[in-house]
């Protein structure tokens, strides 16, 4: 089941009048996890919970037995308080899904006047040769 879809029910109906779903209980797609990438997930806490994301030390060679999976505290950044004592990414990841984020982040426009100066530049070099 993990990255698949799972269809669930609004519990109230759509209320915007101009919607062509006015008055009707809508379906929702959302996952149950999603394979987001470490730096994803770190991003994510820290610009949408203020969380700060610590790994927990578990040993010398601890990472040799089977089944070993890294663990984190999830501290809250303005205070320094412990939210979160003990969690596994499966657990972040799944957390993530729930509330709907994507798993990529939105590619970013490049910035007009910074291009129009690459070019202006390309076009002094090609005049200099």
């Keep these: 089941m993990d990255g698949e879809p799972i269809i669930t029910y609004l519990d ?9 779903f006015h008055g009707i209980k809508m379906l929702v797609q959302h ?4 394979p ?7 991003t994510l806490l ?11 030390w578990q ?11 890294e663990l984190y505290r999830l501290k809250d950044i303005s205070t320094g308080e412990i939210v979160v004592p003990m969690t596994n990414m499966r657990t972040m ?4 899904a729930h509330q709907g984020f994507p798993q990529y982040a939105p590619k970013v426009k490049r910035n007009p006047g910074a291009v129009a100066f690459l ?4 076009a002094l ?5």
């Design 12 to 20: 109230e109906p759509v209320n915007a009048p101009d919607s062509p």
């Design 93 to 96: 990841q799944q957390f993530l």
């Design 59 to 69: 040993g010398y060679k601890s990472n040799r037995r089977p089944g070993y999976q």
């Design 31 to 34: 996952y149950d996890w999603l």
């Design 125 to 129: 070099q090609c005049n200099r040769k």
């Design 46 to 56: 820290r610009d949408h919970y203020g969380l700060e994301v610590e790994n927990l």
């Design 36 to 42: 987001y990438s470490y730096w994803r997930v770190i």
């Design 119 to 122: 070019e202006a530049v390309a």
